[in-house]
């Protein structure tokens, strides 16, 4: 491999903004600081741009993993919006081979379904076996509109089971038939609340967002799950940033529904100019798409950092004429002409993607 040397960027890696240069030798980041190497195979010129860790994608749908009902392409849903390392929140159909033939870094949440408001645990005992180390948690439908649930029993018995397989836990809340406080109750540390900002019954801003509060002081994740405006409420969203309880993980819940008909080009950039319209700092969304949820999932050693030494995984973003619409299901229209662009993405010191 090639070395490359990424100049004058501002530089995000993983806690904090620097300014300086990043240089890349045999697929690791050789250094990061300052000076032009005696020899570099590609230079990039950063001025005026971001250079971060490759961001994590929390919750997608991967072909060949997920329902064929919603997969979409991995390297085609990722790398063009700088995500490196994403996380397959429903894996039902695919095997260890699969995963690692991925470019994308990657961990799975097993589906456990729920049928006559009992949890049923067979398919994901299976799927367990299949993915081994890959598989870091459970993905619970807790919708009235998809599973056949109406009290909080179904729910804390998938918490019990992940509990005894030393697995996390990320509930799809929208649609939920018990009130939010009671279904955050039943959520621990390093359980991931997905779709938190939904607008539909059950919501989170019904008790202006305490329940937020208090899952979040026991270590509760808040996840954005965006997918477009299917799973937000942009004003909800809004208000749980202005009162300080804004998302811990941007995710795009990206799935061949979503990916070419959300109002602009559908990804984790269009998520970030979103979050940042809605009032988010760039600190706090990046630090949501990188290191947090490299955290989240176990992946702290693998992504969401950039640090000498480590796998060189690293994208650049440019804010500029990347216009995106969006109308939500409650009529809240959210707009912008300018958001964030992906214009290079690197993988193991190789360059994936260039605008």
Not at 249 to 259: G, H, L, M, Q, R
Request: net charge negative; with cysteine; charged share 25%.
């Amino acid at each position: 491999m090639g070395a490359i040397w990424i100049k004058n960027g501002r530089i995000w890696d993983g806690e904090r903004f620097t300014h300086g240069d990043v240089c890349v030798k045999n697929g690791k980041i050789l250094r990061i600081g300052s000076g032009i190497p005696e020899h570099a195979d590609y230079v990039y010129d950063a001025e005026g741009k971001i250079v971060s860790a490759g961001l994590v994608d929390g919750h997608v749908h991967m072909r060949g993993i997920s329902s064929t009902q919603f997969d979409v392409q991995t390297e085609m849903a990722c790398l063009p919006f700088g995500v490196t390392a994403a996380v397959d929140a429903s894996g039902v159909y695919g095997d260890r081979a699969r995963l690692d033939s991925f470019t994308v870094k990657n961990r799975v949440l097993v589906s456990v379904k729920f049928e006559r408001n009992t949890a049923d645990f067979s398919q994901a005992e299976e799927m367990l076996q299949k993915y081994g180390d890959k598989a870091v948690g459970i993905k619970v439908y807790f919708d009235t509109e998809i599973s056949e649930v109406s009290d909080s029993r179904p729910l804390r018995e998938a918490v019990d089971f992940a509990r005894s397989k030393n697995l996390l836990v990320m509930v799809h809340s929208s649609n939920s038939p018990i009130p939010m406080p009671e279904l955050l109750a039943c959520l621990g540390k390093g359980d991931i609340l997905t779709h938190a900002y939904h607008g539909g019954k059950n919501n989170v801003s019904e008790d202006g967002f305490a329940c937020v509060k208090r899952a979040k002081q026991r270590g509760v994740i808040i996840d954005a799950g965006m997918a477009g405006h299917v799973h937000t409420d942009f004003s909800i969203f809004r208000e749980a940033i202005e009162c300080g309880t804004g998302p811990d993980v941007i995710s795009t819940d990206i799935t061949k529904w979503s990916a070419y008909k959300r109002g602009g080009r559908y990804g984790m950039t269009m998520c970030m100019s979103i979050a940042r319209k809605l009032g988010m700092s760039e600190e706090e969304i990046f630090r949501a798409v990188t290191s947090k949820p490299a955290s989240v999932f176990g992946m702290e050693d693998e992504c969401g950092y950039l640090r000498e030494g480590r796998s060189a995984d690293i994208a650049v973003f440019d804010y500029t004429d990347e216009p995106f619409e969006l109308t939500d299901k409650a009529g809240n229209r959210i707009a912008g002409s300018v958001g964030y662009r992906c214009d290079l993405t690197i993988v193991d010191g190789e360059i994936i993607y260039r605008h």
